[in-house]
């Protein structure tokens, strides 16, 4: 069985740093594509990054210039280096991988970003 586990959330002061890893585990095969989404409070999930299998990625306007996704594909890890944070960057942020015949999803890890 699949399972994405996130690891990385915390409290953050404004303009501060924190970087997220999501490691899938229970296969033997590489993701085709890996993200990271987030849902604010009151707010629908976004999209905020992904990555394919190759190294090409995809940013949220948002977020471009600030952070930066990248993978480990010998680990099925993804990661979400985050700079420059704001409070609107507040939000449970969730892992997500993508193979032929499964989408997953992680529990979510809370990223606060306090002024």
């Known amino acids: 069985q699949v399972q994405l586990v996130e690891s990385g959330g915390g409290l953050v002061q404004t303009g501060g740093s924190l970087r997220l890893s999501c490691a899938a585990s229970g296969t033997s095969f590489i993701m085709n594509l890996m993200g990271w989404y987030r849902q604010a409070p009151g707010k629908q999930r976004e999209l905020v990054a992904t990555?394919?299998?190759?190294?090409?990625?995809a940013y949220a306007d948002s977020v471009k210039g600030r952070f930066t996704i990248s993978r480990e594909n010998a680990k099925n890890t993804v990661y979400l280096q985050m700079n420059s944070l704001k409070s609107e960057d507040t939000a449970v942020y969730y892992c997500?991988?993508?193979?032929?015949?499964?989408?997953?999803w992680g529990k979510g890890t809370l990223v606060t970003v306090s002024s």
């Open positions: 990555i394919g299998s190759r190294g090409s990625t």
């Open positions: 997500h991988a993508l193979r032929p015949g499964g989408i997953y």
